[in-house]
C-alpha cells in the first residue's frame, strides 16, 4: 500500500531505524533533523510500495556512506544527496522515477526521504540490505545481480565523481570507500540505478514501514509498561523478521573504537556481574558478532542490536560508553538474507569472522543465554 | 611547424625526456616500447605545433600518473590511457580533436604519443608543466586559469572514475590520488580539457620538439667524443630553457626512498671524496632541491637532473642506486613557470620545502660549484 510519511512519524521511524541498523547506519537524530526540516518547507514524502512500483519506473537509491563516528561532527546540510542524485541522472542522461534506502539502518533511512521530500521523488518502501551493512557492495540488489555502477558521490560544496566498475560491486565499494576517506570521512552517493522491476526482484520489502512499526513498539511498550523486548517480539513475530533473542543483560564495562580505513571499528564487553562471563560485540560501523564466554550467540547478517536496559532505546555503537546499562537482542534477517550468495557476501567470512553462519534462533536453541 | 614522429625519433626522445623529467615522470623505456608498438600497428604519429592549433578544436590532454617506483612493476599495456579519453568524452559528449601531454617528462612525454598512434588524434607539441611535477594541480593550465575538470581514470579492465571539482584543482589532484592509491599505485588520465585558444595562453610551448633535441644532443656529444653537457649546454641555449649548470659530480653513496601516499619520496647523497661537502637531493617523484653543505645549488622549479658521469644518460630517482657515478645539472625553467602565480602553485613552498625560490643561473652566481 502506498501510504504518505509526516512529521508525525519521525521519532518512531528514527527510534526504528537505529534498532535495524544494529549499531551502525549512522546516527538517525541527525537525519531526523533533515527529514523533518524538508517535510516543513515542502510537505509530507509518498512512500510506494514495491508491488505499486512499474515495472519500468527508473529508481535510483540514495545514501550517506562513511564512518559513522565522522557524522556527529560532520553534519550534512541535506543537498549532498540531492546532489549526488542529480551528478547521476546527469551522467546517466535520464531522470530518476522514484529514491529508495540502500539500508533500512539508521541515518540512511532518512537520506532517501530527504531527497523525496525535496525532489518531490516517491521513496519506494524496501531497501538493499534489510538493516544496515558497512560496505556497499552488501546489498541485496548486489547479490541478485543488479550494478552497483555508475555511482555519484556528492559532497557539499557541488564537487562530484561518478565511479564505473561494471559489473564489480566490490571494485565499486574499494574506489567509493577511498574518496569518502579523502572527503573527509564521509559523503552522499547514488548508486545501484534500476528498474522497477529490478526493486521487485532484489530488494528487502516493506523495511520503511518495519523501521516505523518497530519504533511504534518501543514508544507502545514504554507508555503502556510493558517489557519492550516482548512488545517488539510480538510485533516482528508477523514480520520478515519473525525471531526475536534477548541474548544477555549488564552494564558495558570496556568501549575499544577505532575510526580505520573509512568506518568506525572495534570490539565492546559487556558484564552481567563480576567474575560471569563476559559478552564481547565485534563491530565495523554494525555490531558484527555477540560471544559469550567462547560461544557464539548471534552472528552477521542476524541483527544484533544494544538497547538502553531501562527504555529499549537503541545505543549505537558511536555512542556506546562505559557504564551503560544494556539489553542485547538478536533478530532473525529474512530468508533472502540467509541464501548461499547472500552468506557469500555479507556473510562472517565477509567480514574476517572465523564463524559459520548459524541462525539466531537455532543458537539460542543450542545454549541458554545467561541473562 | 607541423611534423611526424615515427620509430627513429623514440631513442632520443625517450632519452631527452628522461632527462626534461628531472628524476621522476616515471620510466621513459616502458613508454618508448608502446609507442614503438603503436607506430608499428598504425604508422607515424602527427605532432601539431601549437600555433598551427586552431582555437576551437577540442584538446583532451592524455598521461599516466602515479609512483614511478609501481610503473616498474606494473607495465599499462598501452590501452589505459585511451579508455581514459573515450571515458571523458563520453561524460562530456564530446570528441577530442587532439591530445597532448600534461608533462613533457619520463613516460608522459609518451603516453599521449600512444594515444595519438591509436586513435589518429594529433598530438600538440607543449605541455602543462615545462619538465615533470608529481601532482596534477601543478601545472600552467591551472596558473593560468583552465579547470582540471571534469577529469577520467581509467584502468586496464575497463573501470573509471570522473571527477568534477569545479574550479578546484588540488581538490581534483586529491580525490584522483587517492583513487590511483586504490588501483594498486598507477593508473591513466585524461585531464584538463580545453580550446586551443586556451592551449596557446597557458602551455608551455614546443616541448616534445625539446624532448628530442635534448636527446639528440646526448647522443651527438657521444658520437662525438664531446663532453654531453657542454653539447646539452650549446642545444639549450637557444631555447626557454637557456641555462645549465653543472652542479656536482661524485658518487652516490646513500638512498633513501619510500613510496608512500602514493608518491616516490625520498633522498639521494652523492659524494665527490671522502670528508668533502656531500650534495643532497630531496625528491618526490621529481627532484626538488640539491643542497651541497648547507648551500642550495638549484631548486623546483628549475630542473635538477642527475646524469650517468660517463654517457650523460638521465637516470630518473627510481633507478639512483649506491655507488653511481652522477653528473648533476640545474637547468633554468621558463620564465612563465617563474611568475608568481607560477612559484605558488609549484615553487619550493608547494613541496614543504623552506627555500625562497632563486633562478639556478643566479646561485650559481653566488657559489662556485664544487666539480
Redesign the interface.
Known amino acids: 500500500m502506498t501510504w504518505t510519511l509526516d512529521l508525525g512519524d519521525l521519532d518512531d521511524l528514527a527510534r526504528g531505524a537505529a534498532l535495524l541498523g544494529t549499531g551502525g547506519g549512522g546516527d538517525p537524530y541527525i537525519g531526523k533533523l533533515l527529514v523533518a526540516e524538508a517535510i516543513r518547507a515542502n510537505g509530507p514524502i509518498t512512500i510506494l510500495d514495491p508491488e505499486e512500483l512499474e515495472d519500468d519506473t527508473f529508481v535510483i537509491p540514495t545514501a550517506q556512506m562513511g564512518a559513522p563516528t565522522v557524522v556527529l561532527e560532520r553534519i550534512p546540510s541535506g543537498a549532498e544527496p540531492e546532489l549526488a542524485l542529480a551528478?547521476l541522472e546527469r551522467?546517466l542522461g535520464r531522470k530518476a522515477g522514484a529514491t529508495m534506502p540502500i539500508e533500512c539502518g539508521g541515518i540512511n533511512s532518512m537520506i532517501p526521504l530527504v531527497v523525496g521530500a525535496r525532489t518531490g521523488l516517491p521513496v519506494v518502501d524496501a531497501d538493499g540490505m534489510g538493516r544496515a551493512f558497512p560496505e556497499l557492495h552488501m546489498e541485496t540488489f548486489s547479490v541478485y545481480g543488479v550494478s552497483g555502477s555508475p555511482m555519484a558521490i556528492a559532497d557539499e560544496?557541488?564537487?562530484?565523481?561518478?565511479?564505473?566498475?561494471?559489473e564489480?560491486n566490490r571494485?565499486m565499494e574499494?574506489?567509493a570507500?577511498?574518496?569518502t576517506?579523502?572527503?573527509g570521512g564521509v559523503a552522499h552517493i547514488a548508486e545501484y540505478p534500476m528498474t522497477g522491476r529490478q526493486v521487485k526482484d532484489t530488494a528487502v520489502p516493506r523495511t520503511i514501514t518495519l523501521a516505523l512499526q518497530v519504533g511504534r513498539a518501543i514508544r507502545r511498550a514504554r507508555e503502556t509498561h510493558v517489557v519492550p523486548t516482548d512488545e517488539l517480539a510480538r510485533t516482528l513475530s508477523s514480520t520478515l523478521y519473525s525471531n526475536l533473542r534477548v541474548l544477555f543483560e549488564g552494564k558495558v564495562v570496556d568501549v575499544e573504537r577505532r575510526t580505520t580505513e573509512g568506518f568506525a571499528k572495534g570490539q565492546a564487553t559487556v558484564q552481567s556481574a563480576p567474575g560471569q562471563p563476559e559478552l564481547k560485540i565485534t563491530f565495523q560501523n554494525e555490531n558484527l558478532v555477540a560471544v559469550l564466554g567462547g560461544k557464539t550467540l548471534a552472528v552477521v547478517p542476524d541483527l544484533i542490536c544494544v538497547l538502553d536496559a531501562e527504555n529499549a532505546e537503541p545505543i549505537t555503537t558511536e555512542r556506546l560508553r562505559y557504564g551503560q546499562r544494556v539489553r542485547v537482542i538478536g533478530i532473525s534477517t529474512p530468508d533472502m538474507m540467509r541464501t548461499p550468495e547472500a552468506l557469500a557476501t555479507f556473510g562472517p567470512g565477509c567480514f574476517g569472522l572465523d564463524d559459520e553462519f548459524v541462525p539466531v534462533e537455532r543458537l539460542s536453541e543450542r545454549e541458554s543465554a545467561s541473562i
Chains 1, 2 share one sequence.
Open positions: 551528478a551522467h560544496r557541488g564537487h562530484s565523481v561518478v565511479i564505473d566498475t561494471a564489480d571494485q574499494w574506489l570507500r577511498g574518496i576517506i579523502r572527503l
